[in-house]
């Protein structure tokens, strides 16, 4: 409901308590079921020393011993951390921090039987009001209102969380391989705020992938770089033709207008150039529907992660893809005609395929009945091409 450095707002919290209560009973369920399957002493010792993955055992959060003082200080840092990605995620709207001002009480703990809720209990409830109103998208500039640092300082402020920590220098340098751990796991990599950035960091646009749509990368543009770029000429211009020349601190400053004009102007046209197919579809996943914006990330190891996904959409390793389909409609067309569940998966089937009434055949023989099974349609070549181009036109693809 809340990270480690809130989690006395909304109740007395004893992490190392509640680790010990876990394990007492989960040594409660082992010998209940050691006794029932009559397991021997080398058969529990054998059971007990292999029945947690590596892969899946976490790291509970448990406060140092006294006296440990490299540890007292490496949990405060993780205290921090965990903080600050949460005032991330209150700025994005994913979070309610209401919960640390007592302006809402914390949920009831639920029957182990209920039906699990369509959110986790810290996260704002559908039809509340977030904290701050925004189309998915923050930035990071100092002279934006939508500016996620300054939002950043104003949610700990609200919950009167100071920290010493410089929340922009955080935020650009240690947050996102931070964020990209916390939300992996095995081999599914699953971040949800996405930093696009200019070539050097200079300036960055922050997604929040469960509000991406087709319009994210227009509203990016025309909210976002385009009013940026627009106000880095009129200083250079400004700067360009100052009467009388200009002082030392002049030109370096020109010198760096000139650098940032560059690299949005790149951005801008990267951006329109991929806006116009951009089509994501959360049911694809993280890792899919960011690949297509795979040069815009700064952070190498997932950059690769997403090139070399973006390599294999290209190959059609994924044509199961909704964003597959936006790009390479031709192709997984007629793959569609050929694999039934890739035209369940694009909702195609009634298109390309057909249930025929079969005759029933056991050991070689025609038993006299009948079945109906599912069978690509008998479509000539120019058959088919006019159907995967009335598709495709349909679709607007």
């Not at 992490?15 to 209940?32: G, K, R, S, V, Y």
């Not at 996102?176 to 200019?198: D, E, M």
């Not at 940026?228 to 360009?240: A, G, I, Y």
């Amino acid at each position: 409901m809340l990270p480690a450095a809130l989690r006395s707002r909304i109740d007395d919290f004893d992490c190392p308590a509640i680790d010990i209560e876990l394990t007492n009973i989960q040594a409660q369920i082992d010998d209940i079921a050691f006794t029932l399957y009559r397991f021997s002493d080398s058969d529990r010792a054998l059971a007990l020393g292999s029945q947690v993955s590596p892969e899946l055992e976490a790291e509970p959060e448990v406060p140092p011993q006294s006296g440990e003082a490299g540890e007292e200080t490496e949990f405060a840092i993780n205290e921090m951390v965990g903080l600050l990605s949460w005032v991330v995620g209150v700025a994005f709207g994913r979070f309610d921090w209401r919960l640390a001002t007592g302006e809402r009480e914390a949920p009831p703990e639920p029957d182990p039987f209920d039906p699990l809720p369509s959110k986790s209990p810290g996260m704002l409830p559908e039809g509340s009001e977030s904290f701050h109103h925004h189309a998915g998208i923050l930035v990071d500039d100092d002279s934006h209102q939508q500016d996620l640092p300054r939002l950043m300082e104003q949610v700990l402020e609200t919950v009167n969380m100071p920290i010493s920590e410089d929340v922009r220098r955080w935020l650009r340098k240690d947050f996102f391989p931070f964020h990209l751990q916390r939300y992996s796991k095995s081999r599914r990599k699953a971040p949800i705020y996405w930093p696009l950035s200019t070539v050097s960091g200079s300036y960055t646009l922050w997604l929040y992938y469960p509000e991406l749509t087709s319009q994210t990368l227009f509203t990016a543009v025309n909210d976002f770089v385009g009013p940026k770029l627009n106000s880095v000429r009129d200083d250079l211009n400004s700067l360009r033709i100052k009467v009388g020349g200009r002082t030392n601190q002049e030109e370096k400053e020109l010198e760096k207008l000139e650098d940032l004009e560059r690299e949005l102007a790149e951005l801008n046209d990267t951006l329109l150039g991929i806006a116009p197919s951009y089509r994501p579809n959360q049911d694809d996943g993280v890792q899919i529907s960011a690949a297509p914006l795979w040069s815009l990330f700064r952070h190498k190891p997932w950059q690769k992660v997403l090139k070399d996904t973006w390599k294999q959409l290209e190959k059609g390793d994924f044509d199961w893809a909704h964003l597959a389909l936006n790009y390479w409609p031709d192709r997984v067309l007629r793959k569609c005609h050929a694999d039934r569940s890739l035209a369940i998966a694009h909702d195609v089937e009634s298109q390309f395929w057909e249930e025929i009434e079969v005759p029933v055949i056991r050991r070689g023989k025609d038993t006299g009945e009948t079945k109906l099974e599912w069978q690509p349609r008998n479509l000539s070549e120019s058959e088919l091409d006019a159907l995967i181009e009335r598709t495709i036109e349909e679709r607007g693809l």
